[in-house]
């Protein structure tokens, strides 16, 4: 595993030394969508943008170092990202995932490939047990998302891991919540890593990316081909950004981290939340897990609050730092309404069971001073009872 060392280096210099012909020591974006050919077949490697791209390049070489992997493949989003690694199956395979995944995940495994042929069992993965119990003999594949979104349930990848290495399954970890600087999946065990790099690794809430590691070479060769084939792929210019962000991705971590401990203990005992969670803090049901698999909390909070919707409107609507905004990852703090706004495609039914109540608040918790943070939270909640 990378330690936090390697990454504060890692981090800054990741995927590009210095452009070799100006010597910039920032990449290039490449704005193109073909490249020269001096006859027929004879080329520089570069055919068409949506083959092979350099800026693209840059960025996928530097996450995959992050993550410790060998390939990184990028796509034109976290969800683009997940259909493409569906793609990887075919009809009548079985899929085992977290039941508690971002609601636009959930939504291309049930209202697309579903249709397509593909199951999947929604299970809570929190007791590495119901992985068992959930496998049939036509699964394929295991979709973890740790900790999860929104309820911060955490799954012990390196034991799952192992389970479904023994039944020959694929571990699929989306890493979007903690990035490379807090979890690397990989070296727990899984074989392919994913970001929604809209999140952490950009950082600055200006671009819409995903993007997956593996250091499996085989997988790494069928990931390319379909990211070619199927072409969600993603823009120069937003790969320069992700990249850019990459950079201060050490430091936004440490601060999203320390800004979310502090604002998690405070809120914690606020009278007027109801429950926490919050993986670093001796509350959360799985935190000796968290400090074992993770090198910080991150900068994720959900809780209920006390009264009822209306309650949490008001809250939501009274803050002012905080942007009242779907996403998270950003260097500015989002609060958030899941059932309506994040997982409002997941149905009533299954929100209820997974504990997303009309009291669910998220919290993105930003850079910004935890004292102006700490204020804001405390007058919002003052003007929501
Ligand atoms: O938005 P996009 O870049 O397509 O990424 C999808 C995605 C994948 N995985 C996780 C864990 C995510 O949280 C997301 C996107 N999530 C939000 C937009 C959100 O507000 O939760």
């Given at each position: 595993?990378?330690?936090?060392?390697?990454?504060?280096?890692?981090?800054?210099?990741?995927?590009?030394?210095?452009?070799?012909?100006?010597?910039?020591?920032n990449?290039?974006?490449?704005?193109?969508?073909?490249?020269?050919?001096?006859?027929?077949?004879?080329?520089t490697g570069y055919e068409y943008a949506r083959t092979q791209h350099p800026t693209r390049e840059v960025?996928?070489?530097?996450?995959?170092?992050?993550?410790?992997?060998?390939?990184?493949?990028?796509?034109?989003?976290g969800c683009a990202a997940t259909s493409t690694l569906i793609q990887?199956?075919?009809?009548?395979?079985?899929?085992?995932?977290?039941?508690?995944?971002?609601?636009?995940?959930r939504r291309i495994f049930e209202q697309i490939y579903t249709s397509l042929g593909i199951d999947f069992t929604f299970a809570d993965l929190s007791n590495?047990?119901?992985?068992?119990?959930?496998?049939?003999?036509?699964?394929?594949m295991l979709w973890i998302e740790t900790p999860t979104n929104p309820m911060l349930k955490l799954a012990d990848i390196r034991e799952l891991s192992k389970r479904a290495k023994e039944r020959g399954i694929l571990v699929v970890v989306d890493n979007t919540f903690l990035s490379p600087y807090l979890q690397n999946p990989l070296s727990l065990g899984a074989d392919i890593v994913?970001?929604?790099?809209?999140?952490?690794?950009?950082?600055?809430?200006?671009?819409?990316?995903?993007?997956?590691?593996?250091?499996?070479?085989?997988?790494?060769?069928?990931?390319?081909?379909?990211?070619?084939?199927?072409?969600?792929?993603?823009?120069?210019?937003?790969?320069?950004?992700?990249?850019r962000g990459l950079k201060t991705l050490a430091l936004r971590m440490q601060r999203h981290t320390e800004n979310a401990m502090q604002l998690a203990s405070y809120l914690e005992a606020h009278p007027k939340v109801d429950?926490?969670?919050?993986?670093?803090?001796?509350?959360?049901?799985?935190?000796?897990?968290?400090?074992?698999q993770t090198r910080g909390g991150g900068g994720m909070i959900t809780m209920t609050l006390k009264g009822d919707l209306e309650?949490?409107?008001?809250?939501?609507?009274?803050?002012?730092?905080?942007?009242?905004?779907?996403?998270l990852g950003g260097v500015e703090s989002l609060i958030e309404h899941p059932a309506i706004m994040t997982h409002a495609s997941v149905p009533a039914k299954e929100r209820a069971q997974l504990g997303i109540s009309d009291t669910l608040v998220r919290l993105s918790v930003g850079v910004e001073s935890v004292t102006d943070l700490r204020n804001d939270l405390d007058q919002a909640l003052a003007a929501a009872y």
């Open positions: 595993m990378n330690d936090r060392t390697q990454l504060d280096t890692l981090a800054v210099h990741a995927g590009f030394k210095a452009d070799p012909i100006t010597g910039a020591v990449p290039p974006v490449y704005f193109t969508s073909t490249y020269i050919q001096e006859e027929p077949g004879k080329h960025l996928e070489k530097a996450v995959a170092e992050l993550e410790g992997g060998t390939d990184g493949i990028a796509f034109a989003s990887l199956l075919k009809s009548g395979d079985h899929v085992v995932s977290f039941d508690d995944v971002y609601g636009g995940t590495s047990d119901n992985f068992d119990a959930a496998c049939t003999e036509k699964t394929r994913l970001h929604s790099t809209t999140k952490y690794l950009n950082g600055h809430s200006d671009s819409v990316g995903g993007i997956v590691v593996t250091s499996n070479p085989e997988l790494a060769d069928r990931l390319r081909f379909l990211q070619n084939a199927i072409g969600a792929v993603p823009g120069p210019m937003d790969c320069y950004l992700v990249h429950t926490l969670w919050y993986p670093w803090l001796e509350s959360h049901p799985q935190m000796a897990l968290a400090r074992e309650n949490a409107r008001r809250f939501l609507c009274a803050v002012s730092i905080f942007a009242l905004a779907e996403s």
